[in-house]
Every structure is written in structure tokens, then in C-alpha cells.
């Protein structure tokens, strides 16, 4: 019998690539974003190591213009410690020069001269235009440098095609095509910095703030800081507020006062006006009542307007609130500081992987290949033309001239949209006598170690389950609490305030049910719990496998059940995504930075730092690619002591050279004989007289804090999510009177897979955990690893099968896809 043929391995290489004999330049162009400089950083070491020349144009188009020293060459160190700082160390400004021929007949005679003809640009939507525009009249601007006797034939033969790629930089997210450009994160992170320390100042005296954020013709930062800090209204110009609005707007503010909850929040985009034309701004509340809320929050994007095209401005809405309520409101505008600071840890992993990407696709470009940019959709990067993008971003505001509101929305990408539909769930709580009456009871618990972020999800749930009809229980303390009858209805003004709050205010263990399985079969029906969502880590899954496995022996468990992964290990199967694991990275990488600062001064020094993560890596590898680390080690990429020695011998070579600073994570249980303690004597010993080592465990810093935008953005998101699906499972189960669930897909595990948000049943999940460490079976940030070396200077084997695959826009969605 013959043997089947082998299959063909399609997969992709980076050793098969090769830039030698090519140029490639990258250059920042318009407002400047936060992690710029993480993709000029990956841009740069990625193109040095496919063996291409790398320069510089500082000062973005007017550079190119002016030529002389504004494009340099650059070097592999040239670009070491500029991952953490804010800004683009190599200039932007506005150029009026290239917006016309001679200007950009001089630029591509300064490419020329230095055989430059793949072009990186950082920007937004207007440099990326131009971009395209000079590609497109290349072929044209060289004939005229040889007529003018600038250039000779040769010369225009060799450099006869030039490749774009654009990578968005803008805090404002404005650009179609993408989820999350370039900075966007970073200036929530400013927002959202904001914010929290204004709501003590708030809650001290009963005011109500107004803030006006950044977006002039996207209300992307005000929106997602509202469900970030739950404010209480928020003006955006794809959404304006109704006719009406001013006294719907106080009656809620008024009313979240007196109901008794402890915070209210209302945001106005910066250019939002009333019906008649006056801008409406951002203030605090004044009330004297006894046992009410202390504060509301109104967030008000830079370009928000009324229904009628009018600004809102954020004075307009402190006029109104003291005019119609006598609160006590303040303005805050918060400007520049939110294009300022150092990147996130989102924007520097972001900016890392667009910066490679860019330069996969300027070496696989051809001559047919359109101009693209480099997009993230979900947890993936794409490649997209240019010019669809930027045509449906010039779409958006052309909808939004006509008064095409809701097409605006949509034309904005699925990821807006769903900030926007989860905003309106949460924002306001309709009378009773308007909600549908479903007399279903539905218990929310977290299980595990606390997670930043699962308060967010916890309100959401608890909001959005109300909204549904449903009668919300809380049970403290997870499983435990659940057996010993730890449970309470929770009501709309129980979770006020929650969304920014660290750690677990539900109480959180680590027990699982199965050895009380009795005890809480018997509680559901005290308290005829029909559904559940449990929020948490390995613990959480391993817990809803228990009672899925149980509704053989107990029909009580017979319910529909969802878990949401909320852990800072980031170790649950069927999600590449867990609530808790940004903020943990951002501790990490903030620790690192200035770790390596400490030293500055100081003679050459490499740190050995361990993180948490139990025998999943994640932090330790994406934390390391955020903070530059030399190298990672971790429990699924096993060592051995040749390894070790390979190590310490390059980083040695690094150190001759002008860098100063070397940086190593170790995952804590990487590897039970190599410890940090050995690694941190083993490069103190074979470094010695190049550099000197210090040790830092991290320990459980990584666990607190508030959460981060993304982490209160993500869990919000979710919960809602999960209550939605819960409501659907339960109409769908509910016969004879009862609600009855037994099939495996009443049992789910709700994560981000690639691109959308997934309902798995968690039996179908078994087979992909490693119970004895765990933590999934595959991991994709695995692939990132290669990366991550690469941009420390290790030669290493890249599957780019992923990449190379232009796409195109897509308009039509499919209704249960769901972006983060």
C-alpha cells in the first residue's frame, strides 16, 4: 500500500525575507502619540535585522523636503531606550511644502540620492493621504528630476518604485480600518488618571465635574472613558443628544443623587452645543441631601454638537447644571496633558508588533501592491489598502455633516459601536414600570485570586441584568460564600462607583465547588437562582467544569452558566484576553522603567526581575517585549544551562557597545532549578568586570492597583455581553414553568479568539487545558516571542504565516462578531 503523501508545509519563515540591498525610511508626521517611538524602535531593528539600510527623516514631511542631516542612517543602538518615552524623539511638525508638486519633487529627489524607496509612515489619516498621493506620482516626479538633470536614467531605474506603508499614530482612534491606533490608549490612560483623582476631590465637597477630552471629530476617548469611570453623561459628535436633552440630562443627574448611589460621572465631548448653538461644557453638582450620591461626572468630547450641528460646550453644561440644579460644578479641560507621559503597555506591544509588520510588507511589496497600512482588528494584525481606509474615515465625516448619525456609527467599526450600545445599557436606569418583568434571578460571583477589572465587570452584569428584568444576586466570597448561603440581591445603586476600584469588593476564594456541591445545589433553590456568571481565573473554569459535570446527580445545576476570564496570569483556555492581565502588564512595565532609571549614571548594569504568572508566561513575555527586555524566561520555552551562558554572552557583547542597561525576566516558575537567585549569580559571576547585576521580585504589586482603561473597558464589555447571552439561554430553557439547561452549551466560557468574542462550552475546553500547571494547551503569545527577540538582537526562527494577506474594509459584520 502506498504511503499518503507528506503534506506540504505552507508556513512562512523571516530567514526566507531578506531586505539586503534595500532602503527603507520611517518618519512621524502630524500630532504626536504616545508609543511612536516604539514603532520607529521596531521599524528600525527590524530592518536592520533583514539586513536593509534604516534611516531616519526627522521632522516628517517638512524633513524629507529639506533633506541635508534630516534623514540620517540608522543604527541598531540608536533606538535603545526610546521605548518608554513619550512623543517621537525624531520630530514631527505640519508641512505646507509637501502639499504641493515642487515640495514633493524635492523629497523624492532627497529619497533618491539615498536609493530610498520604501517609506514607513507614523501618522494620522492626513499624512497617510499624502503618503499615497507622493507614491502615486512617483513615476512622474522622476521624470521631471531627469529633465531637470537632478538625476539620470540610471538612477530612476533603480528607484522606480516606491512602497508605503502606514502604521496610525493618533490619540483619537478617528481612523477607520482599525480598533486601536497608535497612542489612543495612552491618553486614556491620562483620562482615566484624571478622573479618578478628581472623583475624591468631588465626592469630598458633592460636585459634579465637567471634563472636556480630546476628539474633535471622534468621540472615541470620551465614550470609552465614560464606560471606563462610569459617567453619568457623556456628549460625543457621532451620537448628539436629543432634543430635550438639557432637562433629561438634569432630571438624571437629580435623580442619582437622591436614589442614594455614592457616585455619578457625566462626560461631553469638546465640541458639544445645544439646540441653540451655545457650547455645553463639563461641571460638578452641589446637593446637601443626606445619604445620597456625592458626585456626578459629565464627560464632553472637544467636538461633541446637538442634533442641529450646534457645539456643546463644557460651560454651557456648568451653566446648566447651577442654573437648573444649584449643584456646585467645576470645568476641567484637559488639553495637551493627554497626548503627554510615557506609553501604555497596550501602545508600546501595539506599536512593536505594527512596526514588524510594516516591514514584512514593505519587503513583500510589489509593484501591483497597493499603499497599506498595518491595522489591529481583535487581537490580530491585518493589512489593509490605504486608501479604503482613508476613504471611510473621510466617509464618516461626510455622514456626519448630512446628520447621518447612526451610518457614522457603523462606518466607525464594530469596536465603536459596541462601546457605544454597552454605554447606553449602562448609562441610565429606567423606572421600574418600564422594564420588562423576566422573574428570573440571576447570581454573579467572583472565584479565584482578585483581578483588576472584575468590580467593572461586576457592575456591568449587575446594570445590564436589571435593564433585562432580571432580579440580581451577589454572593461573597465565591464558592465558599456560595454553600454558606453568602447571598444578597444587589440593586442598581449598590455598584456605583465600582468600575475604578481595585481587587474583588465581592470577596473572591480560590475553594472549588465540587466538594460542596450538596450545599450549593441546595442554596440555588432557597434562592431560586436560574442562571450564573462566575468571574475569574483557572479556578473560575475548573469550577464551572464541576458543575456542568454534576447536572447528572443535581438538576439544580440544570441552569444556564457563563464564565468571564478575569486573571492577571492570563492562563484560561478559550481566550487570548483575561480581565486583570493589562493592568498587571502596565505594574510591570511601569516597575521596569524605572528600575532601569535607577540606575541612570551609574556604570553599566543588567537587571534580573521575576513576575507572577504561575507556569504561564504571558506576563513575562509581553511584559518583556513592553519594557525592552534582553531576554524572557519562561516554563513553556524550556532552557538549560548552554542557554544560560548563550545569554549572558550576548548581552556582554551589547554592553561593549554604547548601551548601558540590560534587562531579564524570569517567570516565576520557569524552571525549578534555575532560580532567580541562581540566574542573578550566574550573570553577576560571568558579566563581571562588563557589568554588575541587581535582583527585583515583583511579587503582588502586580495584582493591585486600580484597573486599567482597557481592563474596566474590557470587563465592562463582557459582562454585558454574558448577561445578554444569559438572557437568550434563558428564554430558550425555560419550559413547563422551570428553566432547564442541560445541553453542553449552556455551560460557556465567553473569551477573544483572533477577531470576535466567542461563547465555548466549557466541556469542549477540557482537552485544551493542561490541568497539572494550568494553563492552555496553545497559547498565541507565543508567537511573539520570536519578535521579542529579534528586537533584542537575536538571530531566531519567525513564522510570519500569519502575515502577507492584504485585505480589504469590510462593511457588513457579521451580527454576533463582537471587538474588544
Not at 521632522?59 to 541635508?68: A, H, K, R, S
Not at 511589496?365 to 490580530?380: E, F, H, R, W
Not at 474590557?714 to 448577561?723: D, E, H, L
Not at 493542561?770 to 494553563?775: A, L, S, T, W
Amino acid at each position: 500500500m502506498a504511503a499518503p503523501p507528506k503534506r506540504q508545509d505552507t508556513r512562512k519563515f523571516i530567514e526566507n525575507l531578506s531586505g539586503a540591498g534595500k532602503s527603507i525610511a520611517v518618519l512621524t508626521s502630524g500630532g504626536d502619540a504616545q508609543g511612536m517611538n516604539a514603532a520607529v524602535r521596531a521599524v528600525v531593528r527590524m530592518g536592520i535585522y533583514v539586513e536593509a539600510k534604516v534611516y531616519f527623516i526627522h521632522e516628517g514631511y517638512q524633513g524629507m523636503v529639506d533633506g541635508g542631516d534630516n534623514i540620517k542612517e540608522a543604527t541598531w543602538e540608536s533606538v535603545s531606550s526610546m521605548l518608554q518615552v513619550g512623543g517621537t524623539v525624531i520630530g514631527s511638525a505640519r508641512c505646507k511644502e509637501f502639499r504641493v508638486r515642487d515640495g514633493r519633487l524635492k523629497a523624492a529627489h532627497n529619497l533618491v540620492q539615498r536609493g530610498i524607496t520604501n517609506l514607513c509612515v507614523i501618522g494620522g489619516d492626513g499624512s497617510l493621504t499624502g503618503a499615497n498621493l507622493f507614491r502615486e506620482e512617483w513615476s512622474g516626479l522622476l521624470d521631471e528630476l531627469i529633465q531637470q538633470g537632478l538625476i539620470d536614467e540610471e538612477a530612476a531605474r533603480i528607484n522606480s518604485e516606491l512602497h508605503i506603508v502606514g502604521m496610525v499614530g493618533s490619540i483619537d482612534n478617528d481612523f477607520c480600518g482599525t480598533d486601536m491606533t497608535i497612542g489612543t490608549d495612552s491618553a486614556l490612560h491620562r483620562i482615566i488618571e484624571v478622573v479618578d483623582a478628581i472623583m475624591t476631590t468631588a465626592q469630598s465637597h458633592q460636585r459634579t465635574f465637567v471634563l472636556e477630552v480630546m476628539g474633535r471629530h471622534c468621540g472615541y476617548l470620551a465614550l470609552v472613558s465614560a464606560l471606563a469611570c462610569g459617567a453619568d453623561w457623556v456628549f460625543i459628535p457621532e451620537m448628539p443628544p436629543e432634543d430635550g436633552w438639557e432637562d433629561n440630562m438634569c432630571q438624571k443627574l437629580s435623580e442619582s443623587r437622591s436614589r442614594g448611589s455614592r457616585l455619578n460621572i457625566t462626560i461631553v465631548a469638546e465640541g458639544v452645543i445645544n439646540r441653540q448653538g451655545q457650547p455645553i461644557s463639563s461641571g460638578f453638582v452641589k446637593d446637601n441631601r443626606a445619604d445620597k450620591k456625592r458626585l456626578n461626572i459629565i464627560i464632553v468630547a472637544e467636538g461633541a454638537i446637538d442634533s442641529h450641528n450646534k457645539a456643546i460646550t463644557p460651560d454651557y453644561i456648568k451653566d446648566l447644571v447651577v442654573r437648573c440644579l444649584g449643584f456646585d460644578t467645576r470645568v476641567t479641560i484637559l488639553g495637551h496633558v493627554q497626548r503627554g507621559g510615557t506609553p501604555s503597555a497596550f501602545d508600546r506591544i501595539l506599536a512593536s508588533r505594527m512596526g514588524v509588520e510594516a516591514v514584512l510588507a514593505l519587503l513583500e511589496a510589489s509593484a501591483t501592491t497597493p499603499a497599506c497600512v498595518v491595522s489591529l482588528v481583535g487581537n490580530q494584525a491585518v493589512r489593509l489598502p490605504l486608501m479604503e481606509c482613508v476613504q471611510m474615515t473621510q466617509e464618516v465625516q461626510k455622514a456626519m455633516d448630512e446628520k447621518k448619525f447612526e451610518e457614522a456609527v457603523r462606518l466607525r467599526g464594530r469596536s465603536f459601536e459596541n462601546n457605544l450600545s454597552t454605554y447606553r445599557l449602562l448609562s441610565y436606569r429606567k423606572p421600574d414600570s418600564e422594564l420588562p418583568n423576566s422573574s428570573f434571578n440571576v447570581a454573579v460571583l467572583n472565584v479565584g485570586a482578585p483581578a483588576a477589572g472584575m468590580n467593572a465587570a461586576v457592575r456591568s452584569a449587575v446594570r445590564v441584568g436589571i435593564t433585562e428584568g432580571h432580579k440580581m444576586f451577589a454572593v461573597s466570597d465565591g464558592f465558599e460564600g456560595f454553600y454558606k448561603g453568602q447571598i444578597k440581591e444587589i440593586k442598581w445603586g449598590d455598584v456605583g462607583g465600582w468600575t475604578g476600584q481595585g481587587g474583588s469588593l465581592l470577596g473572591t476564594k480560590r475553594t472549588l465547588p465540587g466538594k460542596h456541591l450538596d450545599k450549593i445545589a441546595e442554596q440555588i433553590k432557597i434562592h431560586n437562582i436560574n442562571a450564573l456568571l462566575v468571574i475569574g481565573g483557572f479556578e473560575a473554569f475548573e469550577s464551572l467544569l464541576e458543575l456542568y459535570e454534576a447536572r447528572v446527580d443535581h438538576e439544580e445545576f440544570c441552569i444556564p452558566m457563563c464564565m468571564l476570564p478575569a486573571t492577571i496570569s492570563n492562563n484560561v483556555c478559550g481566550t487570548d484576553l483575561s480581565i486583570g492581565a493589562d493592568t498587571a502588564l502596565n505594574a510591570i512595565v511601569e516597575t521596569c522603567d524605572r528600575i532601569k532609571q535607577s540606575a541612570s549614571g551609574t556604570k553599566r548594569r543588567v537587571f534580573i526581575i521575576e513576575t507572577m504568572g504561575g507556569y504561564c508566561g504571558y506576563l513575562a513575555t509581553v511584559g518583556g517585549l513592553a519594557a525592552g527586555a534582553d531576554t524572557v524566561y519562561i516554563y513553556e520555552e524550556p532552557f538549560d544551562i548552554r542557554d544560560l551562558q548563550a545569554n549572558v554572552e550576548h548581552l556582554t557583547q551589547k554592553m561593549k557597545t554604547s548601551i548601558q542597561r540590560g534587562l531579564v525576566l524570569r517567570n516565576e516558575n520557569s524552571n525549578e532549578n534555575f532560580t532567580t537567585d541562581f540566574i542573578y549569580q550566574l550573570y553577576t559571576e560571568e558579566g563581571r568586570g562588563v557589568f554588575d547585576c541587581r535582583k527585583n521580585i515583583l511579587g503582588h504589586m502586580q495584582q493591585g492597583g486600580a484597573p486599567s482603561p482597557f481592563d474596566r473597558n474590557f470587563g465592562t464589555k463582557i459582562a454585558a455581553k454574558a448577561i445578554q447571552w444569559i438572557t437568550r439561554t434563558l428564554k430558550d430553557s425555560y419550559k413547563g414553568g422551570r428553566v432547564f439547561a442541560k445541553s453542553e452549551d449552556t455551560a460557556c466560557l465567553l473569551g477573544m479568539r483572533r477577531r470576535a468574542l466567542v461563547f465555548q462550552p466549557v466541556s469542549r475546553l477540557r482537552d485544551e487545558s493542561d490541568f497539572v500547571h494550568r494553563i492552555p494547551k496553545e497559547q498565541w503569545w507565543l508567537k511573539l516571542r520570536p519578535l521579542m527577540k529579534i528586537l533584542a538582537k537575536y538571530k531566531t526562527s519567525y513564522d510570519v504565516s500569519d502575515s502577507g494577506q492584504l485585505e480589504h474594509v469590510t462593511r457588513v459584520r457579521p451580527k454576533d462578531s463582537s471587538a474588544v
